[in-house]
């Protein structure tokens, strides 16, 4: 057999095959990720604009701590309660019953309905009334929101003068608890025997403040303007004093941003806490006051809440226009905006002493 020159040549080599790629390592991403996210939220924090961070955070993690703050204050009726049961339990058997008749009847062949179907049905009943409830909720905290004078997020800069101011009024709110501990009373603004205003409501909360130096000093036989009383009325007593205000006296004295309830504090017979008719959770006992400021010594310092927070020179109010704080007399503090504070005053009238 003749061979060809052909039958020689080599075969043909085999394509080459590639090597595989190794994937490329994510763990220094995750790693960059993790250091730089940190330093990016403390950054936002430290430039004043914390918000980006802090209203996601506050609507996906604060819904255990508003429902720790909230579940206590429930009071359910137990007869309510039972009637909503009641009922369920009447609409998901009647529809049972009625959709069993109503598929059976749709054919003529023979078919059973069954009670998974019914629970399907009803769980979406309920929950359709409750995204009801939940939306109608809604509608109303946006507009809330939306009237409130209050920004959406405080700022770390600007909602730390409201818990110093807060904090001043929880001492002022302890320390009247503690004097009426002590004289069974609550206290008030003194007056002598011929009707002369002498030491304010302030002056009384002295020894309960930790202030039995400036306290010890006040001849209380004179009257607070008294010159034997000049030195201790000047006195600069930082639990009366709001962080955002000025801390320039008045007439030489020492001021204070805070004024009680004219009709806490003033009056011809002695007050306790049993006194009035609404409860001490629904008592204003003092408040923020924005200006007009007197002399924390001043017996006339007080206020009437039924002028509101709206600008009248003898109202509340807090600093750069912000709702005021108000102590109330169970030494809760709150915040009423002006429409809220009216509405308190209407239906909760705390201002009304017992008789």
């Not at 052909?6 to 090597?19: G, W």
């Not at 001043?298 to 807090?318: E, K, Y």
Request: charged share 15%; hydrophobic share 40%.
């Amino acid at each position: 057999m003749r061979l060809g020159w052909n039958d020689f040549d080599p075969p043909p080599a085999e394509p080459a095959t590639e090597l595989p790629k190794e994937p490329v390592s994510r763990g220094c991403g995750t790693v960059l990720a993790l250091v730089s996210l940190p330093l990016i939220v403390c950054f936002l924090i430290c430039a004043g604009i914390e918000a980006i961070v802090q209203v996601p955070v506050i609507v996906g993690f604060g819904w255990p701590w508003y429902l720790k703050r909230v579940v206590p204050q429930l009071s359910p009726d137990p007869w309510v309660v039972g009637t909503a049961i009641v009922c369920l339990v009447g609409f998901t058997l009647g529809s049972h019953k009625f959709l069993k008749w109503l598929y059976a009847a749709s054919s003529t062949e023979p078919r059973h309905w069954r009670w998974k179907w019914t629970a399907l049905l009803v769980g979406l009943v309920v929950l359709m009334f409750t995204a009801g409830i939940a939306f109608i909720g809604m509608i109303h905290q946006t507009s809330w929101i939306v009237r409130s004078p209050e920004s959406l997020v405080r700022s770390s800069w600007e909602a730390a003068p409201r818990r110093t101011s807060a904090n001043n009024l929880k001492q002022m709110g302890l320390a009247t608890h503690g004097y009426h501990d002590s004289f069974l009373t609550l206290p008030q603004v003194q007056f002598d025997a011929n009707g002369r205003a002498m030491h304010s409501w302030q002056t009384q909360l002295l020894p309960f403040l930790e202030q039995n130096n400036v306290y010890s000093q006040i001849d209380l036989k004179k009257p607070w303007n008294d010159p034997r009383n000049a030195e201790p009325m000047r006195a600069i007593i930082k639990p009366f004093l709001h962080p955002s205000h000025p801390w320039e006296p008045v007439n030489g004295y020492a001021v204070s941003h805070y004024a009680p309830n004219v009709h806490v504090v003033f009056g011809d017979t002695p007050r306790t806490l049993e006194s009035f008719l609404k409860g001490t959770s629904n008592t204003i006992l003092a408040g923020e006051v924005s200006g007009n400021f007197r002399a924390w010594g001043d017996p006339l310092n007080a206020r009437d809440p039924r002028f509101g927070t709206t600008g009248h020179p003898q109202g509340f109010g807090g600093p750069n226009g912000k709702p005021a704080q108000f102590l109330m007399l169970d030494a809760s503090v709150r915040q009423f905006d002006p429409k809220e504070l009216e509405e308190a005053l209407r239906m909760a009238d705390p201002v009304t002493p017992r008789r």
